[in-house]
């Protein structure tokens, strides 16, 4: 990772988001809850089942699937997502992604009850810390 990027406040980190890897993207979203007040366990990688990160707020936990692709992202991160937070036990699913979603993605969450957080909901989100 490069230092330079994950550096300062989230809203300067933020600003910089143009510039960051798929794991740079995780890592910033990891903060970024945690200075919310979730407790964050990241869990991407190989075999993570479609999960990036655990978040837990009180007893609820939370699978969460981040997305830096440049474009906006598909239906199968929700497939993904909803899967994995049945094998973690997690009672709700979120796919972030600052690029949005594809019409396809939207339909699929709204039947699964996946969250989708794009750019906004990321903003929304660093307004609130």
């Avoid at 978040?55 to 992202?73: D, H, M, S």
């Amino acid at each position: 990772m490069r230092p330079e990027i994950l550096t300062g406040a989230p809203e300067e980190t933020w600003t910089k988001s143009g510039f960051m890897s798929g794991q740079e993207f995780e890592q910033f979203m990891a903060d970024l809850f945690r200075t919310a007040g979730y407790k964050v366990d990241v869990v991407g990688g190989t075999g993570d089942q479609g999960v990036d990160l655990l978040i837990k707020k009180g007893r609820k936990l939370i699978a969460v699937q981040c997305k830096k692709y440049g474009r906006p992202v598909g239906n199968a991160a929700v497939s993904a997502v909803y899967a994995g937070a049945k094998h973690y036990g997690a009672k709700q699913a979120w796919v972030v992604a600052p690029e949005g979603f594809t019409k396809g993605a939207v339909e699929l969450a709204k039947s699964t009850g996946v969250r989708l957080m794009g750019r906004k909901g990321i903003d929304g989100l660093l307004r609130d810390v």
